[in-house]
Structures are given as C-alpha cells and as structure tokens.
C-alpha cells in the first residue's frame, strides 16, 4: 500500500489541475481494469471522477467513496520510522491506496457487491463530484465507508456541522478623510455588520454553531479617503437546521439595517448518523473486535461529501486512522494505524458485501 500511495501522491492532483485529476483517474481505472472491475469515468462542471464497480451495478451494498484532490503546497512523499509524510498522504489518498490493495486481495470481486466512487472536486465543496453524481438516481448504495473525518483510529465521526459561506459587500458613498460627513462609509457599515453578526454566535463551546470573518476588502491605496464598497468573506458552521434557520434570519436583518449584500453564498446541509441501523452496528462491533475496545463516536466540526449521501438517506461510516496536519506543512499517516484501519475495512466489505 505505501508503494501505491506513493505513486497516487506523486501525480499532485491539486483541485484546480484537472489535467494532474484526469492522470491520476487514468492509472486507477488500469489498475481496476486489471482486477476485472468496470470502470466508468464522469465529467461534470469541468471536474474529473471515476465510478467502478465488480459487476457493472448502479447500486451495490457497498460502496468505498474518496477524493483524490488535494490542496496547494506542502511537501513530497518520504518516509521516517512509522510515519509517512507529503501532500495528500492522509487528506485523502491513503483512501485510494485502500480500495486498490482490497480489490487487488478478493479471489473473485465479482462475488462481493461493492462499488468505488473517487471523485476530483471535495476541496471546493463536492459539488461536481458526489454531489453530482448521486443526483443521478441510479447511482446508490446501501452503505458508504468515507475515511474523511474523525479524530484518527479509535473515533467515528456520527454527525458534522453544516456549511454556510457567504460573500458581503457594504455600499456606501466614498469621501475625503478629514470631511466624513459628506459621504457614507462602506468600511465603517462593514465593521457594524460584522460585529453584529459576530455577536450572535456562543463560540465558548466547541460544538456549537461557529462564524469566522475570513477575507476583508475595503479602500484603495488612499490613506485619506473613505471608501464606498467594503468586501467580507464570511464562513459560519451551523449545528443543524433549527440553528442555521436562526442564523438566516438574523444576518438578513443585520443586512438591511447596515445596506449590505450578498454577493455569493453556498450551503451545504448538517450531517448526522444514525448508529442504531443494523449495517452501521455491525461495523461498530467489527471494530471492536479488531482493535479490543469500543470505537468513540463524535462530531466533526467541518464539512465533508457525507452531507450529500445523507440527503439521499444513505448510512455513511466515516472513521481513518492517525495522522495529522491535513492541509498544512508537514502532512502525515501513520503507517501501522493505517494498516490496522485496512484490516477492519477488508473485513467489513468482506462479512457486508459478499454475495
């Protein structure tokens, strides 16, 4: 598995190379095609993603779902003692290396009902990818295992926040510095806003609905002009509907009192899992007998494609194993974590989808 992720790390399928997305694809669908799957590649919107099966099924019991783009930067694979480090090694390619040494390892894949969705868009929200895809109604499964979330090996993530990002501008009329009152600042109505808006959320716990101011514009190179346009990039995490409900509400009004506008917005729904259901149990209690103690259930605190499975009331199982520092400098998987993660999944693709 460390050779394949090695090989998967080094084609650097950054998002917005879709043409490094569309190699990558290529030398998975060989190595599918190898072990007998039927592959089928879907563009849309401009993004690359790769749908395989073991027996040309639209809907299979289970399916192994993961992105293979990654973000900008970071550093090249290399290896030191138990960890592996470089862009994409644990967010998510490890995922990838999984499904094709657990394909590669089945007698006769076509005895298991198991389907793989890799898909080249997540870091930009999933929208042209799983998003896409499961819109179209005959691609479905009864289960999808998604490594994308959790605290490393030994949590399960069983509910996740929902998405909310937005993009503000506050109008106003541009004026001399000295004279205010014959002009209306945009800055100074974006600063109200924002305050405002900050001032509805209780970020002193963790799990509770969470607003971040994250770009600011305003002004130009004029110490001494006030501006007329002032720009906010905002990111609110919401805790479920009742809550972003809420939070609608009240940045509409804030943004009629201070005349700001929306310029763009994008909403990606809350997650939640329900654990009583007998497929997700039984990998419950697969884990427990695999690693000796219960795996911890928790909420992810960010965003991931398993919001648009549970809008089509798929169960999605989203555990990985240790590693760290996804999307930031010095990136890294532990090696015997990642083998233990890849023992549980072969053995509940194996008890789950064997025909």
Known sequence: MIDELHTLMNFFP??????????????????????????ERIEHGGFNSLYASTRGQKHARVMLQGHIDVVPGGEVFRREDDKLYGRGCYDMLFATASFLRLIDNLENPASYDISILLTGDEELGGVNGVGAILDIDTYTCDVCILPDAGEGLGTMSVAAKGIFDLRVRANGTSHHGSRPWEGDNAADKLIGFLSDLKALFDMSDN???????SQ??????????????????????????????????????????????ILYEQIGRSFSLDTDAPIVKQFIDIYKDEVGEPIELMKAHGSSD????????????????DGGNAHGDGEWLSISSWQTFHNILERYVAETAKA
């Not at 799990?207 to 101011?213: A, G, L, P």
């Not at 720009?231 to 809420?246: S, V």
């Not at 398993?306 to 194993?321: Q, T």
């Open 14 to 39: 950054v998002t917005h190379n879709q043409q490094a997305v569309s190699a990558l694809l290529d030398h998975v669908e060989m190595r599918l095609h190898q072990a007998g799957l039927q592959v």
């Open 207 to 213: 799990d509770n609905s969470t607003c971040i101011i």
């Open 216 to 261: 600011l514009e305003a002004g130009n190179e004029a110490l001494n002009q006030g501006p007329a346009e002032a720009i906010a990039g905002i990111d609110i995490r919401y805790t479920d509907q009742k809550e972003y409900d809420r939070i609608r509400s009240e940045l509409e009004r804030l943004a009629k009192a201070y005349d700001v506008e």
């Open 306 to 321: 398993a919001r648009y499975f549970d809008s089509k009331n798929i169960p999605v199982i989203m555990y990985r194993p």
